[in-house]
């Protein structure tokens, strides 16, 4: 089974690109101010790279700054939260969330995992 990639759309990319439009005079008002192009670009990493890769090992977590594997032998479960957010629980009893994935994301993720994952009925 090859890995799956969940990310978040890449269309999302257009409003970082909106952002830019709007960041850019600011940033080049004074040489100082091209700090300010770091928040576009970081909000372009935040939707490049978040996100859930389920592949034979596992499931691995990519967050911004790092990320954090699982093997298929350590996962309990899935818990949905109140709010449709989903957590990886492990065999620990530790809970590790699922960026960008929600509760209608399930069925996704059930087929990505090829069967370890239940699919809801």
């Given amino acids: 089974m090859a890995t799956a990639r969940l ?17 850019l005079p600011l940033a ?4 100082w101010t091209l700090v300010f192009l770091l928040v576009p670009v970081l909000a372009a990493a935040y939707v490049l790279r978040v996100g859930v890769d ?16 699982v093997p298929w032998g350590d996962v309990a479960g899935i818990r949905v939260a109140e709010r449709g957010d989903l957590w990886l629980v492990t065999a620990r009893g530790t ?19 090829g ?4 699919a809801p009925q």
């Fill in 7 to 23: 990310r978040m759309n890449r269309v999302a990319l257009l409003p970082v690109l909106f952002l830019v439009v709007c960041v």
């Fill in 54 to 69: 389920v592949g034979d090992g596992g499931v691995t977590v990519r967050s911004l700054a790092g990320s954090r594997s």
């Fill in 28 to 31: 080049l008002a004074a040489s």
């Fill in 115 to 118: 069967g370890r994952i239940p």
């Fill in 95 to 113: 809970e590790l969330r699922l960026p960008v994935l929600r509760a209608r994301d399930l069925p996704r993720l059930a087929a990505a995992s």
